[in-house]
């Protein structure tokens, strides 16, 4: 049995409603902070100016803001849906690959042995912008 309890002030809703749409809601927003800090390492603000630590803040923020849309636009039937950025960073983004650009696209190839190409197509689909 799984019960659980989450004391609060609040006199409107049931207690479902409050544990499923306020309480978990806030666990999950502290843990994305969490991957912030610890998997991105945004909390290393070690240089001497202000200007230089807030532009290493931008910069991990956009970090983490194309690491969790990477993850968002994962198939869901893939091992790596629920993985962690530092899982994806090493398994899609440290891949060794050849690029070749011509005037219209990009073409990526894949080492025949690579284990997630399936999975880099599916998230580069996904991620496509479509034309207007």
Not at 9 to 33: F, K, M, P, T, V
Request: glycine content about 0%; hydrophobic content about 50%.
């Amino acid at each position: 049995m799984d019960i659980r309890y989450v004391v609060t002030s609040l006199a409107q809703g049931s207690a479902e409603y409050i544990y499923d749409s306020l309480y978990c809601a806030r666990d999950r927003a502290e843990n994305l902070i969490k991957l912030h800090k610890t998997q991105l390492a945004s909390d290393r603000t070690s240089c001497r100016s202000a200007n230089a630590n807030q532009m290493r803040l931008i910069l991990h923020t956009a970090a983490f803001w194309l690491m969790w849309r990477i993850r968002r636009a994962m198939p869901r039937a893939s091992a790596l849906a629920a993985a962690e950025f530092a899982t994806l960073r090493l398994r899609l983004l440290k891949v060794a690959a050849r690029v070749v650009e011509t005037a219209t696209r990009f073409r990526v190839a894949f080492a025949s042995a690579c284990p997630d190409a399936a999975v880099f197509q599916a998230i580069a689909a996904a991620l496509r912008i479509s034309p207007t």
